[in-house]
């Protein structure tokens, strides 16, 4: 159990820049988190329970509005992480996290992990590669909502979406939350995705599973370099 605690932590981008022996240290506090469909991870305002790493499954992180509109922040597969920021700065969660399907994840509690932290100096810095990630990841979000069409985000999201081991890109069971993440309607999305499966960029295999059949057009698409579709 320690050493798959251990490869998971290796194989996340946050810790990709943190040695092995380092990653060990982390696993040895670490532990397993199991969630059904549609389970509550935490609530925005919460203290944050430390570092979460999606072993398998899907957890969407979300703000609520006061008027109970939701937006989606971010749809967090396999290899990835959330409520980092808030466990690194030490501060409560500031949206809400739900599991989208049963989901299994790796917890670093927050009170051990900022004390290795303190105690670790190279770790802080080996992390600090980690983070440039996530800096570019909200850069992109923010190059999308301002300088791409409902084709582009959509194609973008597509392209960067994490494939399975059959090379299929698993979308959500409510496509709505990929259209919140795309500050798009679910209308909108259902469109924009059915016109990318009429020009026979991507294939719908079935209601959440697609292939991209031509990536270099879906890609042009993405940086709005391609015709009118």
Known sequence: MLRESADVIRACALFAEVDPARCQTLASFSRWCEYARQEVVFRQGQECPGIYIVESGMVRVFKTSPAGKEHVLHMVGPGHTFAEVAAIGNFPCPA???AVEATRCLLLPLDLFRDELARDHALCLQ???GMSF???HLLSLLEDLVLR?????TARFLLEADADDEGFVKL???KRHVASHLNLTSETFSRTLSRLIEAGLVVEH???RVALCDVLKLRAVSEGKYPQL
């Open 96 to 98: 809400h996290a739900q």
């Open 172 to 174: 959500p069971s409510l």
């Open 206 to 208: 079935d209601k959440n």
């Open 134 to 136: 996530w800096v570019r």
């Open 127 to 129: 992390m600090m590669a």
């Open 149 to 153: 069409d409902a084709l582009g985000r």
